[in-house]
């Protein structure tokens, strides 16, 4: 944060990317809409579609990863490795139409820097076949397998009351029934594929992985849908001037809304940046979740909010 009122803030794009690489882009993506709201610059919409594209696309290797370090905590080493295979795809085709398989250095102040061609459509599209399929081997076990049900069903509960009292964000909330997802708000091009939220209502650690892998298979429809009905025209629109003013920005990472707070004094250096990661808002969330539990469910409770620990001590 001090780095990045030292920087142009066009290079604090790329600064920005590296507070978590596991979600990396909607971090750059969240600081440019901070950045363009100030400047009142409107996005292309080839360029809004791209951008939510790639953001689902970190959605679901951030979900896949989730998937296998769960899948390891219960010693289903097989399971850890199907996850790690389909996350694979994910990293495959972001190199492939960035250059880049985790920091993709493609959102830019105004656009993204990156278009796509039919080769990168099909590309991506083929993909999303392959991911269809590895979702299909991977989920059965991850929702229905008895030794799972045993070690998630019941396990780590918190109350709708409790989780929105102490400020849980994404699939936490979500698994207690809070509706609250920012990409109903319909930044980027969400409002215009009518995206819908996964909910569940038990508040345990099964709640909160029946979520994710719904979240998934909703991320993959969203990929699809953004790359099927691409616009045409431009990907970049032009950039005169310095931010001066201020903003806050609310945006849904994997883990849940992250929030950005940025201030321009007309200058190309920033007077103030400030990130709320969700790993930060879950984490009273988990203090209700770990009391009376067994001791070896503490890692899986722990597992079960996702917890990024570069975005939190950053």
């Given at each position: 944060?001090?780095?990045?009122?030292?920087?142009?803030?066009?290079?604090?794009?790329f600064l920005?990317?590296?507070?978590?690489?596991?979600?990396?882009?909607?971090h750059s993506?969240?600081?440019?809409q901070?950045?363009?709201e100030i400047m009142?610059?409107?996005?292309?919409p080839?360029?809004?579609?791209l951008?939510?594209m790639?953001?689902e696309?970190?959605?679901?290797h951030?979900?896949?990863?989730?998937?296998?370090l769960?899948a390891?905590a219960?010693?289903?080493?097989?399971l850890?490795?199907?996850?790690?295979?389909?996350?694979?795809?994910?990293l495959?085709?972001?190199?492939?139409t960035?250059?880049?398989?985790?920091m993709?250095g493609?959102?830019?102040?105004g656009g993204?820097?990156?278009?796509l061609?039919?080769?990168g459509?099909?590309?991506v599209?083929?993909?999303?076949?392959?991911?269809?399929?590895?979702?299909?081997?991977?989920?059965?076990?991850?929702a229905?397998?008895?030794?799972?049900?045993?070690r998630?069903?019941?396990v780590g509960?918190?109350s709708?009351?409790d989780?929105?009292?102490?400020?849980?964000?994404?699939?936490?909330?979500?698994?207690?029934g809070?509706?609250?997802?920012r990409r109903?708000?319909?930044?980027?091009?969400?409002?215009?594929l009518?995206f819908k939220?996964?909910?569940?209502?038990?508040?345990d650690?099964y709640a909160r992985?029946?979520?994710?892998l719904d979240e998934m298979r909703?991320?993959?429809?969203?990929?699809r849908?953004?790359?099927?009905a691409?616009p045409?025209?431009?990907?970049q629109?032009p950039?005169?001037?310095?931010?001066?003013?201020e903003?806050?920005m609310r945006?849904?990472?994997?883990r849940g809304?992250?929030?950005?707070?940025?201030?321009?004094?007309?200058?190309?250096?920033?007077?103030?940046?400030?990130?709320?990661?969700?790993t930060?808002?879950?984490?009273?969330?988990l203090?209700?979740?770990l009391?009376?539990?067994?001791?070896?469910?503490?890692?899986?409770?722990v597992l079960?909010?996702?917890?990024?620990?570069?975005?939190?001590?950053?």
């Open positions: 944060e001090k780095l990045a009122e030292l920087k142009d803030f066009h290079q604090t794009t920005i990317e590296r507070i978590c690489g596991i979600c990396s882009f909607i993506q969240t600081y440019c901070c950045i363009e009142g610059i409107t996005v292309p080839r360029a809004r579609y951008r939510t790639w953001a696309l970190h959605r679901i951030s979900h896949l990863l989730w998937a296998g769960l390891d219960f010693g289903f080493e097989n850890f490795m199907q996850g790690m295979r389909a996350r694979e795809l994910v495959d085709t972001m190199e492939a960035t250059g880049g398989r985790v993709l493609v959102c830019s102040v993204v820097r990156r278009d061609d039919e080769a459509i099909k590309r599209l083929d993909a999303c076949d392959g991911l269809e399929r590895g979702f299909d081997a991977l989920f059965p076990t991850l229905e397998d008895y030794s799972v049900k045993q998630l069903v019941g509960t918190v709708k009351a989780a929105w009292a102490r400020g849980a964000v994404g699939p936490v909330a979500r698994a207690c809070i509706a609250e997802d109903t708000d319909g930044y980027a091009a969400y409002g215009e009518g939220p996964a909910i569940a209502s038990a508040g650690c992985s029946t979520v994710r909703e991320s993959l429809r969203l990929v849908a953004a790359i099927t691409l045409p025209g431009e990907i629109a950039v005169r001037g310095n931010p001066d003013g903003v806050v945006t849904e990472q994997p809304e992250v929030l950005y707070y940025v201030s321009g004094n007309g200058t190309k250096q920033l007077d103030r940046l400030r990130v709320r990661t969700p930060f808002a879950n984490l009273m969330p203090l209700a979740m009391p009376g539990c067994q001791l070896a469910d503490v890692p899986v409770i079960s909010i996702d917890p990024c620990i570069s975005c939190t001590e950053r």
